[in-house]
């Protein structure tokens, strides 16, 4: 039986309707997902008593899917089950985002659980390639497409984030651990947001079974109240989200929805 560990957004939902045998959907405390209920709710002081839960309702395999804040420790809210876990929680909750990330699948793992990926169970979610718009890249986005990648790739190793907006041969804005919506709406005022473009894609060696990149028509939405020319995602490693809905809010606004391939 299938597990979804669950965050915000429509992610969740997503996976859960391509699955034949309906998962148990268990959802963080605080970060419930769209248009999915939960069949368990958990915080990160009840860990180990979620792990013995998924046990007993049979559950051999999770994914990991939605978006979370990194939730805060509170000791008090501890369980008997889960205080022999917190020195690796406590340790995960200091890392980077794919270190933490790593840490907590590693536990689900040790404890006998097989984690799925949420575009494993999911394919039809990942972006094709092509310039999906009515709008194509000119030579100057080619370009700030290309300074993104590269910015993104210098900067994995770092840990810091998965999207960056670039736009007359600048660096803009840099994700952090606030998200994509953060960025957005905390860009510069800058004559250069009218040529700016959001790229998105995996961190190099970023374990792509938890946290893979995802965008939807939210995400265009706050992109064009940002001024912005386009997006550019990594063509097979961004999971995008209804995609016709993404593409008739792109042409709306006419601006370029590009999944593109190479360095």
């Keep these: 039986m299938l597990a979804l560990i669950c965050g915000t957004g429509a992610l969740p939902a997503k996976v859960a309707a391509a699955q034949a045998v309906k998962p148990l959907v268990c959802v963080l405390d605080g970060f419930s997902p769209d248009e999915l209920d939960a069949d368990l ?18 559950v051999t395999e999770v994914c990991f899917c939605g978006a979370i804040e990194r939730p805060a ?3 008090v809210k501890v369980d008997e ?25 590693g536990l689900f793992e040790q404890t006998g659980f097989t984690v ?17 718009s009515d709008a194509w890249p000119d030579a100057q986005m080619r370009t700030d497409a290309k300074l993104g990648a ?3 790739a210098a900067l994995a190793p770092m840990d810091v984030g998965q999207a960056c907006v670039t736009g007359g041969g600048q660096l803009l804005g ?27 894609g995996p961190k190099v060696g970023q374990d792509a079974r938890a946290d893979m990149p995802t965008i ?12 912005l020319a386009g997006i550019v995602i990594d063509a097979g490693d961004v999971i995008l989200l209804e995609t ?20």
């Excluded at 889960?82 to 933490?100: F, N, R, Y």
């Excluded at 606030?178 to 959001?198: C, I, M, Q, R």
């Design 41 to 58: 709710t958990f915080g990160i002081g009840t860990l180990g008593s979620l792990l013995i839960d998924l046990g007993h309702n049979g």
């Design 116 to 132: 799925r990926a949420a575009h494993e169970l999911a394919p039809d979610l990942v972006a094709q390639p092509g310039v999906l």
């Design 174 to 200: 840099m994700e952090t651990v606030a998200g994509t919506d953060f960025l957005l709406s905390t860009l510069p005022d800058t004559p250069l947001l009218k040529h700016g473009v959001l790229v998105k």
């Design 244 to 263: 016709e809905r993404c593409v008739d809010l792109a042409n709306a606004a006419g601006i370029v929805l590009w999944s593109r391939i190479g360095s």
């Design 81 to 105: 089950h889960t205080k022999p876990l917190i020195p690796l929680i406590a340790g995960a909750i200091s890392s980077g985002d794919d270190g933490a990330l790593r840490a907590i699948m």
């Design 73 to 75: 420790l509170d000791p």
């Design 150 to 152: 590269d910015i993104l």
């Design 216 to 227: 939807g028509p939210k995400t265009v939405d706050a992109v064009v109240a940002a001024g």
